[in-house]
């Protein structure tokens, strides 16, 4: 397929460039501001390639789905619970289906191509949606505080906060040695 004669899979390494550098960017703002800008710009990348990238199965969506959680032990934006969920939901449709037709290639048919494109839109949607909740979060610092902390007693849902979440780690080095180095070199070259 190509559009504005371009071939489809030429545009999916544009919208894959466009999607690392959109990203990066978001993080570099969002990063002194408070160190889950990392986890929120990681599960930013990882669905917009999956939404906008060629040749994408159901699997490379799943880190995104851990990554946002972690987001939101960091912001506690109800916003990312409202993404997650939704993700979660096309995530499962996504394999469902693709579970299904590789048993019964007679499924491949009306039905499917509409659940297709259904969970196709829901995911370009949430992508887009994500996008945007990242650029409040990340370079505004616009937060919406969870469900069950109210504005009026700050210290009492400080408290339940604390109690509630594990102790987030306070350094963000990497504290790399030279056999860790040497490590990640080996893999990287055998990869």
């Known amino acids: 397929t190509t559009i504005l004669g371009i071939p489809f899979f030429q545009w999916g390494y544009v919208f894959i460039g466009l999607s690392v550098v959109y990203s ?28 906008f990238g060629h040749y994408m199965h159901e699997r490379y ?11 939101y ?14 993700m979660s939901l096309t995530a499962l449709l996504n394999a469902t289906c693709a579970m299904y037709v590789v048993n019964h290639t007679a499924a491949r048919a009306t039905l499917y191509e509409a659940i297709t494109f259904a969970g196709s839109l829901s995911t370009v949607l949430l992508a887009i949606y994500l996008a945007y909740l990242s ?52 893999i990287t070259l055998v990869y």
Not at 24 to 51: E, N, P, T
Not at 61 to 71: C, G, N
């Open 61 to 71: 969506m799943l880190p995104a789905l851990l990554l946002l959680m972690m987001a």
């Open 73 to 86: 032990v960091y912001y506690r934006d109800r916003r990312l619970l409202i993404a997650f969920c939704g």
């Open 24 to 51: 990066s960017v978001l993080y570099y703002f969002g990063r002194k501001r408070s160190k889950g800008a990392l986890y929120l710009s990681g599960a930013l990348v990882v669905l917009l390639i999956f939404a």
């Open 135 to 186: 650029y409040r979060i990340l370079v505004q610092g616009k937060l919406i505080t969870p469900l069950n902390i109210k504005e009026e007693s700050k210290e009492r849902s400080s408290l339940r906060r604390e109690s509630i979440l594990p102790a987030l780690p306070t350094d963000n080095k990497l504290h790399y040695n030279k056999r860790d180095m040497l490590y990640i070199l080996g």
